[in-house]
């Protein structure tokens, strides 16, 4: 496919325009030879405008949309003031699109600030052991009932600090089970040493991912549970 079609063929109108025409010359009167000269002139002109036309709006399209693809929606496209055309009309048009799409945006956001705020409202508020995970961003943020729990001041945690450690491998395996897999809910016990604590606690785990339609894990709720009676660490 041939992707600069439309310009060939656009290109191509006047230079068969001017070829009929000099077929034609060599063949007509004068009367008919200035005729033929006030035509073309008028035509080149018309010609020229809607070339000078489409080519620049096709610029500031392109510009256009890949500023929107950049999420970019405050952008615009210049549009004249003065002597509208129909390319005007479809200018306004884009505007108005662009419009739309960001008022979609800023109710989107506001949506999901409300969202985002409630949520971490009840991470705070719960009595039970929490901890949200943020799987795009790496990030374990446990609420405070959890750190109670586990005797540690530390909120966030890396992926790295909380899975690597090999005290944390049956914890990581179960993860990664929750992250991957299809299971609406993984649960289990293992071992888990965080980041300014001194010793390993045994603990039961419960992983509720969250999926995008893609069915890829962005956010996760995990449970904590603390026995009472700890496990022995066997060495």
């Known amino acids: 496919m041939t992707p600069n079609l439309l310009q060939i ?3 191509l109108m006047p230079l068969c325009g001017l070829t009929a025409g000099l077929i034609v010359w060599s063949q007509a009167e004068d009367p008919v030879r200035w005729s033929l000269c006030v035509f073309f002139t008028l ?20 510009n256009f949309l890949r500023q929107l693809l950049a999420n970019d929606y405050g952008a615009g496209i210049r ?4 002597f509208t055309d129909e390319v005007s009309r479809i200018e306004a048009l884009s505007n108005r699109v662009a419009e739309r799409l960001q008022a979609y945006d800023r109710l989107r956001a506001e ?4 969202q985002s705020r409630a949520f971490d409202l009840l991470l705070d508020r719960s009595a039970e052991p929490l901890a949200a995970i943020d799987v795009q961003k790496e990030v374990f943020l446990l609420n405070p009932a959890a750190q109670k729990a586990l005797g540690i001041e530390r909120r966030n945690f890396s992926f790295e600090s909380v899975l690597k450690p090999d005290i944390n491998k049956e914890f990581s395996e179960l993860f990664n089970a929750a992250v ?12 888990i040493q965080l980041p300014g604590m001194s010793d390993p606690v045994y603990i039961g785990v419960q992983f509720t991912p969250l999926r995008g339609r893609d069915e890829a894990v962005r956010f996760a ?7 009472q009676a700890q496990k022995k660490l066997e060495p």
């Open 43 to 62: 035509g080149l002109l018309c010609w020229s405008y809607l070339t000078l036309r489409i080519i620049g709006f096709r610029v500031r399209l392109f």
């Open 221 to 227: 709720l995990l449970s904590i549970k603390v026995p």
């Open 9 to 11: 063929l656009w290109f």
């Open 79 to 82: 549009t004249r003031r003065r």
């Open 111 to 114: 949506r999901v600030s409300i």
């Open 180 to 191: 991957s897999g299809r299971k609406t809910l993984t649960e289990g016990f293992s071992w």
